[in-house]
């Protein structure tokens, strides 16, 4: 008898314990999203092919002493709807390879793209670097040092 009761507890506190997958998309992929993701911003508005919606930039930064960035944009399209879906997502691996903190950015989108303007902290001597980026499409981006 005791037996029983002891495994009826278990399972009655396993059946409790356990959490049900949400049923909202949005909250179960807010759930999803990496720890390591610490910046999401929406960096202008894009139209195409009879699509519109914006851009997403997020931040992802991982490292010890030395804390590096990784960049990823994304577009996201609007629906007559209301509702969003995410079409396509790049990395920029340039920054990446730089081992760099990206201590703020701004950007700007017009009929041609995006353009990106990153200020960044460098463990390197000499410090502090700015760079561009200029979005075009999923498939053809340049990533350079500031001319400024």
Same mark, same amino acid.
């Given at each position: #008898?005791?037996?029983?009761?002891?495994?009826?507890?278990?399972? !009655?506190?396993?059946?409790?314990?356990?959490?049900?997958?949400?049923?909202?998309a949005?909250?179960? $992929?807010? @759930?999803?999203?990496?720890?390591?993701?610490?910046?999401?911003?929406?960096a202008?508005?894009?139209?195409? %092919?009879?699509?519109s $919606?914006?851009?997403?930039i997020?931040?992802?930064? $991982?490292?010890?002493?030395?804390?590096?960035?990784? #960049?990823?944009?994304?577009?996201? !399209?609007?629906?007559?709807?209301? @509702?969003?879906?995410l079409?396509? &997502?790049?990395?920029?691996?340039?920054?990446? *390879?730089? *081992?760099? %903190?990206?201590?703020?950015?701004? @950007?700007?989108?017009?009929?041609?793209?995006? &353009?990106?303007?990153?200020?960044?902290?460098?463990?390197?001597?000499?410090g502090?670097?700015? =760079?561009?980026? =200029?979005?075009?499409?999923?498939?053809?981006?340049? =990533? *350079?040092? !500031?001319?400024?």
């Open positions: #008898m005791l037996k029983r009761t002891a495994l009826a507890v278990a399972v !009655a506190g396993g059946l409790i314990s356990t959490t049900p997958a949400l049923a909202d949005i909250a179960d $992929g807010v @759930s999803l999203l990496p720890g390591a993701i610490d910046d999401v911003r929406v202008g508005t894009w139209s195409r %092919d009879g699509q $919606g914006v851009y997403r997020l931040i992802g930064r $991982g490292g010890g002493n030395d804390i590096t960035a990784r #960049m990823f944009v994304q577009w996201v !399209a609007y629906h007559s709807d209301g @509702s969003a879906t079409l396509n &997502t790049i990395e920029i691996p340039e920054l990446a *390879e730089l *081992e760099v %903190d990206v201590i703020d950015y701004i @950007s700007e989108s017009d009929q041609d793209g995006l &353009t990106v303007y990153i200020q960044a902290d460098n463990p390197a001597p000499g502090d670097e700015t =760079f561009e980026l =200029f979005v075009f499409s999923p498939t053809e981006y340049r =990533f *350079e040092a !500031a001319t400024n």
